[in-house]
């Protein structure tokens, strides 16, 4: 990630406060954020770098399910005492303003004592949520997971201890059923060849639909859709208690639904691994 902004902090008290007072050493290893550089006085206690994850970055202050994947980096710090989470917030709210990012929103609890924020400035996100004299900083440079793996066990695997989750094609249904069609056999095979050779992995089977229906129905439909791959799995040795369903509908689109191709891309198994 290219350095983006620092901050411009508007207290003046806060820079004199930090003069004072000696700034406990950053956790080793760990290094100042490349798109927001800390609020002065405050230490670095974890931060966790990644090529490519995913982080909840919500719009709205109801929604939480919004994910955004990309190259990630997440810093905790822990501030003098003094500063309130309101400070930490505001401070960060402006310096993002000022660096042209689009806050979409901004939300207060119990009279400034936590602060919840989201902006965006594409394709960088950034989520922070403060609480005490400790502020949670997530970025994420949004971008497309370039395609190394394989579509086999192996590779899925690899994506899998890579990310946490693999999307799988080529699982099929009979149209506005839950019958897994004959061609999916060689897509089940290769779930089923991974589950075999990871045997300590319980994992999240998630159906998901293309709009083409009601979203009433294709959440059922992709529940149960997820339920077929199960018994698929379950049949053929792999333990049931490993396996959890869901089904998210047409809810989690990964591409836009205005042609075939996009809507194949959505209809599809996703594993998600839970431990």
């Not at 309130?84 to 917030?89: A, H, K, T």
């Not at 806050?103 to 989520?127: E, H």
């Not at 208690?241 to 047409?250: E, I, K, N």
Request: hydrophobic share 35%.
């Amino acid at each position: 990630m290219r350095p983006l902004l620092l901050f411009s902090f508007i207290a003046a008290s806060s820079l004199v406060a930090s003069a004072q007072a000696p700034v406990p050493p950053d956790k080793p290893g760990c290094s100042e954020s490349k798109v927001v550089t800390r609020m002065p006085g405050c230490s670095i206690t974890r931060c966790e770098r990644k090529d490519f994850a995913s982080a909840p970055m919500p719009r709205t202050k109801t929604e939480k399910t919004h994910q955004v994947e990309g190259e990630l980096e997440h810093t905790i710090y822990r501030c003098p005492a003094g500063k309130s989470p309101l400070e930490l917030g505001r401070n960060t709210e402006a310096a993002l303003k000022n660096a042209g990012f689009d806050i979409l929103y901004t939300d207060v609890y119990s009279g400034g004592a936590r602060f919840y924020m989201t902006a965006q400035k594409a394709p960088y996100w950034v989520n922070l949520a403060v609480l005490s004299d400790a502020y949670d900083l997530t970025v994420v440079k949004e971008k497309q997971m370039e395609q190394v793996m394989k579509a086999n066990a192996e590779g899925w695997a690899d994506q899998v201890n890579q990310t946490g989750r693999v999307s799988v094609y080529g699982i099929n249904f009979d149209t506005g059923k839950a019958t897994i069609r004959p061609d999916s056999e060689p897509a089940l095979n290769e779930v089923l060849k991974m589950l075999q050779a990871n045997p300590p992995w319980a994992m999240v089977v998630a159906g998901h639909t293309d709009n083409v229906g009601t979203a009433e129905m294709n959440l059922t439909l992709s529940r149960q859709r997820a339920e077929a791959v199960i018994a698929w799995l379950t049949g053929r040795g792999i333990d049931k208690a490993r396996l959890v369903p869901a089904g998210f509908g047409d809810t989690r689109p990964v591409a836009p639904n205005t042609d075939e191709t996009g809507r194949g891309k959505n209809r599809r198994v996703d594993l998600v691994k839970l431990y």
